[in-house]
């Protein structure tokens, strides 16, 4: 099976569907709280109202945050990115993730497709403990030759098994198995597309019940075999 090639309209407007869809739950929960609030009726559910519009609009902002840098062309091309603004996005993403994030990561400029790449790497590993656990985001190497790495385990109590997110191996490589990508799965293509870009190697799995995610550089991918 050959890597799939979108044409860069279908790209954008995959993108745009999938923030379309990140965005219109808690942009529709703010409405239903402010009609409550407009309602003389409902005086007694004004508090509740009042909860559900402050949680909504986190929620709305962190996913945008995260979209901007994530998705969006936020600096002309070839620009590099701080890793302290991939950490400030980072960290209030996981103000609305049920998982904690631990964050070694050194104070350093990536290039932009690679500044993407990492995030989008974490949305992923973010996935693997959609009930909760603990995700760990980590960059070693030297400027150029940087190594990523995430893993994560459930939370125990929860009784979830930590697992890797359903088809995105196939997404990543560019060859899903359905043999065709959708708005639901644009998200991991793109990571593996600005993977390919970056002339960086996937890996992903399962070790011992702990999730996995690594991108290395092409060479030294190679030269490890």
Not at 93 to 118: G, M, Q, R, S
Not at 157 to 166: A, Y
Not at 182 to 198: E, H, K, V
Request: hydrophobic share 45%; glycine share 8%.
């Amino acid at each position: 099976m050959d890597v799939i090639e979108l044409k860069a309209t279908d790209l954008a407007a995959m993108l745009c569907s999938r923030v379309c869809h990140d965005l219109i739950n808690p942009i529709g929960a703010i409405g239903n709280g402010l009609e409550v609030l407009d309602d003389p009726n409902q005086s007694e559910m004004a508090e509740g109202a009042r909860d559900l519009i402050a949680s909504a609009a986190k929620q709305s902002r962190a996913k945008l945050e995260f979209a901007r840098l994530a998705y969006g062309a936020s600096s002309t091309a070839g620009t590099d990115i701080d890793t302290r603004e991939c950490e400030r996005v980072a960290r209030i993403l996981f103000e609305i993730e049920k998982a904690d994030l631990e964050w070694d990561v050194p104070l350093i400029l990536l290039p932009k497709h690679k500044a993407k790449l990492f995030m989008n790497m974490l949305l992923i590993a973010a996935g693997s403990v959609p009930r909760g656990g603990v995700v760990s985001a980590k960059i070693s190497g030297p400027a150029g030759e940087e190594k990523f790495e995430f893993s994560s385990k459930s939370d125990p109590e929860k009784r979830q098994r930590t697992l890797v997110p359903s088809g995105s191996a196939g997404l990543l490589s560019g060859m899903p198995e359905e043999g065709a990508v959708d708005a639901r799965g644009i998200q991991p293509f793109y990571t593996g597309l600005l993977a390919r870009m970056t002339d960086m190697e996937l890996n992903i799995g399962l070790e011992n019940e702990m999730f996995f995610f690594t991108a290395t550089p092409k060479a030294q991918a190679q030269a490890a075999e």
